[in-house]
């Protein structure tokens, strides 16, 4: 696989319990060589992606986007997927996105 994801811990982490209150936000850093133009997540139980988080837009190389995550879900366990414009994609799987404040999707 061309691209590979590397999950950073941030300095500030989310509780639990904000993260279900108001959706579950983190940051999505593209530091790869091509445009990140599709991020889904799904909760680790499930067998398919949810929808596109970037709805139609896409992260350029060396920028970074909040997300939210308003599923609804008290669960903090997901996978993640990042699809490139150069048709490479990248995934990383049982990741607790209530403890990880940053995904960092690199070349």
């Not at 350029?60 to 414009?85: H, K, M, N, Q, S």
């Amino acid at each position: 696989m061309k691209m590979r994801a590397a999950a950073a811990l941030a300095a500030t982490v989310l509780m639990a319990t904000s993260a279900f209150a108001e959706g579950l936000e983190f940051l999505v850093v593209n530091e790869s060589s091509a445009d990140l133009v599709e991020f889904n997540v799904s909760p680790a139980s499930s067998g398919s992606w949810e929808g596109n988080l970037l709805s139609g837009g896409y992260v350029a190389p060396d920028y970074e986007i909040d997300v939210v995550i308003a599923d609804g879900l008290t669960t903090c366990v997901y996978d993640i997927r990042g699809a490139f414009d150069d048709g490479s994609s990248a995934e990383d799987f049982g990741l607790n996105l209530c403890d990880l404040g940053e995904y960092v999707f690199t070349d």
